[in-house]
């Protein structure tokens, strides 16, 4: 189920988020990197959560209309199309207007949104102790052929 954020989720939502990252990126990153991501882990413009059994199994979060900045699912979530239905939902909601979304990813996540229709646009990059491939979706070829 697809839900806005809603006041009080934070504590529950910073858990998840810390634990996937945790799990999955930051041992690449440095301290000043961990640090800069935590402290970037604010509620933005568009704050999407998928709840599965009354908990939260995953959020999207988009900035500026136009780029993700926050893209987790739960370990125990994973591989069950919850990732895809946030995407979907984004996708729904940023049509007409804008073009294309970006999203700075993880060297882990990259796969993911290729699956997605996203597309490289640089090389792995570091910034502020934070490490991402910058990444781009035409949104009005995905909009035509839907998300694989």
Known sequence: MIDQFNIGEET????????V??????FEYSEAGKKHFIDYIQPGAILLTYKSDGKIAGIIEVRDSKHISLFFVGSQ????GIGKTLMN???QRL??????????SSRYAENIYAAFGF???GELQEQNGIRFIPML???NTVLKTGLT
């Open 77 to 80: 979530y994973q591989q069950r």
């Open 95 to 104: 049509k007409g207007k804008t073009d294309t979304i970006s999203v700075n």
């Open 21 to 26: 990252f945790d799990t999955f990126v930051g």
């Open 89 to 91: 939902e984004v996708i």
């Open 12 to 19: 529950e939502i910073s858990e998840m988020v810390l634990k």
């Open 137 to 139: 979706m035409q949104l």
């Open 119 to 121: 597309q490289k646009t």
